[in-house]
């Protein structure tokens, strides 16, 4: 069974820092590509960063790059998003999400492979935790 919780939101004033958790049972974890999308009011949800489980290669969007770094701790099948620097516009709620068929899997020019952060390449999701982050 697909399991995500999401743990860690909350309120801080801007550029502060708050780390986001993502637990995931056995089976969801290994071999898969997991990630961090974030919905704000109003608006669609986006993708924040991913994580290939396997090689530990990354991807960020660009709005986060240099601010927020995901992570894994693989004795806990866990993928963390340390969240630095935040500004009032990174308010949303985020959500974990796992791609187990690995369709998101994308090669870069180098040859190394890192996962989309793509929403449609993503088929199971946690329930979300929210961040807010005050001027």
């Known amino acids: 069974q697909v399991q995500l919780v999401e743990s860690g939101g909350g309120s801080v004033q801007a550029g502060g820092s708050l780390r986001l958790s993502c637990a995931a049972s056995?089976?969801?974890?290994?071999?898969?590509?997991m990630g961090w999308f974030r919905q704000a009011p109003g608006k669609e949800r986006e993708g924040v960063a991913s994580?290939?489980?396997?090689?530990?290669?990354?991807y960020y969007a660009d709005s986060v790059k240099g601010r927020f770094t995901i992570s894994q701790d693989n004795a806990k099948h866990t993928v963390y998003l340390q969240m630095n620097s935040l500004k009032p516009e990174d308010t949303a709620m985020y959500y974990c999400?796992?791609?187990?068929?690995?369709?998101?899997?994308?090669?870069?020019?180098?040859?190394?492979?890192?996962?989309?952060?793509?929403?449609?390449?993503?088929?199971?999701w946690g329930q979300g935790t929210q961040v807010t982050v005050s001027s």
């Open positions: 994580i290939y489980i396997s090689g530990g290669s990354t």
């Open positions: 056995a089976y969801t974890y290994s071999r898969n590509c």
């Open positions: 999400a796992t791609d187990p068929s690995l369709n998101g899997i994308r090669q870069r020019d180098g040859g190394s492979w890192y996962c989309s952060i793509q929403m449609a390449d993503f088929g199971y």
